[in-house]
């Protein structure tokens, strides 16, 4: 059994690694800096703001090949503006993709 001190159902991890992020319903693609990563969310640096609850489709890409990337549909639930001008974005997970 795993022990954890935070009050969650899923153990956030930091990570510090690529993602790219676009709108459900658009083509355009962003890229940022993903900062944590849990079974049921995530968090990433983007160089703009998101309403919440807004419908994204993001693809995190692992720094070494051994892990595999993952692409996963999200629903955001914060943006927060940081001291350089970019937004933390903190958003829940609703399905992972499949190949």
Request: glycine content about 8%.
């Amino acid at each position: 059994m795993l022990n954890h001190d935070e009050k969650r159902d899923y153990i956030r991890m930091d990570v510090d690694c690529d993602i790219t992020y676009k709108l459900a319903d658009s083509s355009e693609v962003s890229t940022g800096k993903c900062t944590t990563l849990s079974g049921a969310g995530v968090s990433f640096i983007a160089n703009r703001p998101f309403d919440v609850g807004l419908a994204m489709e993001v693809s995190i890409m692992p720094k070494t090949q051994i892990t595999p990337p993952m692409t996963a549909f999200i629903e955001v639930v914060r943006s927060v503006k940081q001291g350089d001008g970019s937004f933390e974005i903190a958003a829940s997970i609703k399905s992972i993709k499949g190949n």
